[in-house]
T-cell receptor
Framework: DGGITQSPKYLFRKEGQNVTLSCEQN?????MYWYRQDPGQGLRLIYY???????QKGDIAEGYSVSREKKESFPLTVTSAQKNPTAFYLC???????????FGDGTRLSIL | QKEVEQNSGPLSVPEGAIASLNCTYS??????FFWYRQYSGKSPELIMF????GDKEDGRFTAQLNKASQYVSLLIRDSQPSDSATYLC???????????????FGTGTLLAVQP
């Protein structure tokens, strides 16, 4: 089945630690996105990528980094510089940037 | 002014009734509009998208778009308890003269369908 796979489902971060969230898609989509969702808030864009080896900062990129070395993969690293990382992280993809985005199941990140 | 605004609700409707969810947006250049359903603790699921003025129907769902009024709505006919969820409105925002787009999400409307 085609889809978007995020792992892990739950992740705990210690102080000063970087953690990486995985996102893989087999939909042959060009565009991929990372969002953060906090309780009672909408989705906020962290980073997006329209093609391989290119990505752009979203609205809340500070404390995060990404790479896009393969079309299928768009991992997100939450660095120690992100002081409030506890949130629900969602990865999405779309054929083009104005087309519907489809989401993975998400990763819940908490602080230990 | 927020770029995409939704009433947070909760919107409570009896089973079998029509639920009407509304969304307004600020950027007149927006061309694509999406409705997502999000169950508690789950990721958003695309249920409708609309690009042109007017109505678009898919089963029990109808999306309505009025670009002049910058207004998009979602109607759910014959509402079921399983429709109880948060409904997110998303609007594309053209960037760099339209070379690319990003989606702006509203904060969502919580729908509760009472049996």
């Amino acid at each position: 089945d085609g889809g978007i796979t995020q792992s892990p489902k739950y992740l705990f971060r210690k102080e000063g630690q970087n953690v990486t969230l995985s996102c893989e898609q087999n939909l042959n989509h060009d565009a991929m996105y990372w969002y953060r969702q906090d309780p009672g808030q909408g989705l906020r864009l962290i980073y997006y990528s329209q093609i391989v080896n290119d990505f752009q900062k979203g609205d809340i990129a500070e404390g995060y980094s990404v790479s896009r070395e393969k079309k299928e993969s768009f991992p997100l690293t939450v660095t120690s510089a992100q002081k409030n990382p506890t949130a629900f992280y969602l990865c999405a993809s779309s054929m083009e940037s104005n087309q519907p985005q489809h989401f993975g199941d998400g990763t819940r990140l908490s602080i230990l | 002014q927020k770029e995409v605004e939704q009433n947070s609700g909760p919107l409570s409707v009896p089973e079998g009734a029509i639920a009407s969810l509304n969304c307004t947006y600020s950027d007149r250049g927006s061309q694509s509009f999406f409705w997502y359903r999000q169950y508690s603790g789950k990721s958003p699921e695309l249920i409708m998208f609309i690009y042109s003025n007017g109505d678009k129907e898919d089963g029990r769902f109808t999306a309505q778009l009025n670009k002049a009024s910058q207004y998009v709505s979602l109607l759910i006919r014959d509402s079921q308890p399983s429709d109880s969820a948060t409904y997110l409105c998303a609007v594309n925002l053209p960037l760099y003269g339209g070379a690319t787009n990003k989606l702006i999400f509203g904060t969502g409307t919580l729908l509760a369908v009472q049996p």
